[in-house]
């Protein structure tokens, strides 16, 4: 069974910037694609960042530029930086782990972003 902690999330004022971190537990990490993803009420879940094993990403245009995906092996964990956060960025962040093609989930983790 897969476990997550994550932590991070809170209210900021557009331009601002946070840090998502997860820590994951009872399955291997160094060897997994890891991710984030985001939800909005009434919406599909959609990616935001994908980071492999060897460290390559991938990251939604929307994000491009200004969020960062980074994983720490020795700590089994994964970090989102966002930078000039807008608005529609709002949504709750759920961590991601993808092991034998199965994707494995965080609880969430509410970013909320002012005007």
């Known amino acids: 069974q897969v476990q997550f902690v994550e932590s991070g999330g809170g209210l900021v004022q557009a331009g601002g910037s946070l840090r998502l971190s997860c820590v994951v537990s009872g399955r291997p990490f160094r060897d997994n694609v890891a991710g984030w993803y985001r939800q909005v009420p009434g919406k599909q879940r959609e990616l935001v960042a994908l980071i492999y094993s060897g460290g390559s990403t991938n990251y939604a245009d929307s994000v491009k530029g200004r969020f960062t995906i980074s994983r720490d092996n020795a700590k089994n964990t994964m970090y989102l930086q966002m930078n000039s956060l807008k608005p529609e960025d709002t949504a709750v962040y759920y961590c991601?782990?993808?092991?034998?093609?199965?994707?494995?989930w965080g609880q969430g983790t509410q970013v909320t972003v002012s005007s």
């Open positions: 991601t782990l993808r092991i034998w093609g199965l994707d494995y």
